[in-house]
């Protein structure tokens, strides 16, 4: 089963930094977009950031400068290197990606995923 897979979360001091990675697992062909959103307790799930394919993103205007996308299509990865972290206590990470897939048998089909989420903590 095609699947995001989430790690590098966890507590840092505001000013400090954090990367984090989102691996493909399962028969994926070729992905299209992927990205990073963030879900703060109580508060809807908002885009950080995106990347294409080819490598165009897209920032929130709030980690603009100081957040950074990346992917590498060989391995189907997506990274977001976080600096300058602000003070905005706990927030749920999740990795988004979308691309073709097998999910049967000799049927490719047109995916969209989500990883589970991992926790970033910014707090001294």
């Known amino acids: 089963q095609v699947q995001l897979v989430e790690s590098g979360g966890g507590l840092v001091q505001p000013g400090g930094s954090l990367r984090l990675n989102c691996a493909v697992s399962g028969s994926i062909f070729s992905m299209y977009a992927m990205g990073w959103y963030r879900q703060a307790p109580g508060k809807q799930r908002d885009l950080v950031a995106t990347?294409?394919?080819?490598?165009?993103?897209n920032y929130a205007d709030s980690v603009k400068c100081r957040f950074t996308i990346s992917r590498n299509n060989t391995k189907n990865s997506v990274y977001l290197q976080m600096n300058t972290l602000k003070p905005e206590g706990t927030d749920v990470y999740y990795c988004y990606g979308e691309g073709l897939g097998a999910v049967e048998v000799d049927t490719v089909r047109f995916l969209e995923l989500w990883g589970r989420g991992t926790l970033v903590t910014v707090s001294s």
């Open positions: 990347i294409t394919h080819s490598d165009n993103t």
